[in-house]
C-alpha cells in the first residue's frame, strides 16, 4: 500500500510569512494526525481528525495554526504568520481508526525553516 | 516536565555488541509503542505491547511492558550499522476514549563498524 505523502519535503520562510502543508493518509484510514517535531525532541501533536471532524487540538496555538481536513481524506496544516520558534520537522500520521490498537503510520515530514 | 522518559539519550556502541534502551512513564501505561527515526524521515513503526508483562521480538529486536505497565525495554541483540538512528517510545497515556499518544524525547543510536 501507498504511505502517507506529504508534500513539500522542505521550506525556508521569514518570519511573519505564512506557509501551508500538505498531507495525503494512507488510503482507508479514518484517523489522520499532525504533529511538531522540534530537534532533539519527540514529536508533539498539534491536531487530530477522526474522518473529516476534529477530535483533538488542544496544543495547537490556534492564534496563528490552523488545520483542516475537507471531506476525510487530505488534510493540510497552515502558519499565518510564522515565527522563529515554528522551526520543526512537521509530520503528518494516519491510523486505521483512532485508539491504541490503530498504530500510526507517518510520512517522511516537511522541514520548515524560519529566518 | 517530561510524561514519558527514555534513556540513555544517546548511545554509541560497537558493532555486534548488545544494549537496552528504556521508557519510563510518571503514568500507567494503557499501551506503548516503539518507533525507529532516521535522520531527515518520518517514524517507522516496530511494534506495540499492551499487556504487562508482554514481550514482542522482530529480528534482533525486543520490546517488553512490565508488570506494572509503566517502563518498557528495548533490547537489540547483536547490533548492526543498520540498527543506528532514534529509537521513539510513543504511549497512550489516556486510556479508552480519552486515547492520547505521547512521545518520548527519544534515544539516539549510533552503530560503529
Known amino acids: 500500500e501507498a504511505g502517507v505523502a506529504q508534500s513539500p519535503r522542505y521550506k525556508i520562510i521569514e518570519k511573519r510569512q505564512s506557509v501551508a502543508f500538505w498531507c495525503n493518509p494512507i488510503s482507508g484510514h479514518a484517523t489522520l494526525y499532525w504533529y511538531q517535531q522540534i530537534l532533539g525532541q519527540g514529536p508533539k501533536l498539534l491536531i487530530q481528525f477522526q474522518n473529516n471532524g476534529v477530535v483533538d487540538d488542544s496544543q495547537l496555538p490556534k492564534d496563528r495554526f490552523s488545520a483542516e481536513r475537507l471531506k476525510g481524506v487530505d488534510s493540510t496544516l497552515k502558519i499565518q504568520p510564522a515565527k522563529l520558534e515554528d522551526s520543526a520537522v512537521y509530520l503528518c500520521?494516519?491510523?486505521?481508526?483512532?485508539?491504541?490498537?490503530?498504530?500510526?503510520?507517518f510520512g517522511n515530514g516537511t522541514r520548515l525553516t524560519v529566518t | 516536565s517530561q510524561e514519558l522518559e527514555q534513556s540513555p539519550q544517546s548511545l554509541i556502541v560497537q558493532e555486534g555488541k548488545n544494549l537496552t534502551i528504556n521508557c519510563t512513564s510518571s503514568?500507567?501505561?494503557?499501551?506503548l509503542y516503539w518507533y525507529k527515526q532516521k535522520y531527515g524521515e518520518g517514524l517507522i513503526f516496530l511494534m506495540m505491547?499492551?499487556?504487562?508483562?508482554e514481550e514482542k521480538s522482530h529480528e534482533k529486536i525486543t520490546a517488553k511492558l512490565d508488570e506494572k505497565k509503566q517502563q518498557s525495554s528495548l533490547h537489540i541483540t547483536a547490533s548492526q550499522p543498520s540498527h543506528a538512528g532514534i529509537y521513539l517510545c510513543?504511549?497512550?497515556?489516556?486510556?479508552?476514549?480519552?486515547?492520547?499518544?505521547?512521545f518520548g524525547k527519544g534515544t539516539l543510536l549510533t552503530v560503529n563498524p
Open positions: 505491547l499492551q499487556k504487562g508483562g
Open positions: 500520521a494516519s491510523s486505521l481508526d483512532r485508539g491504541f490498537r490503530s498504530p500510526l503510520h
Open positions: 503514568k500507567t501505561l494503557y499501551g
Open positions: 510513543g504511549a497512550d497515556m489516556g486510556g479508552g476514549s480519552n486515547y492520547k499518544l505521547t
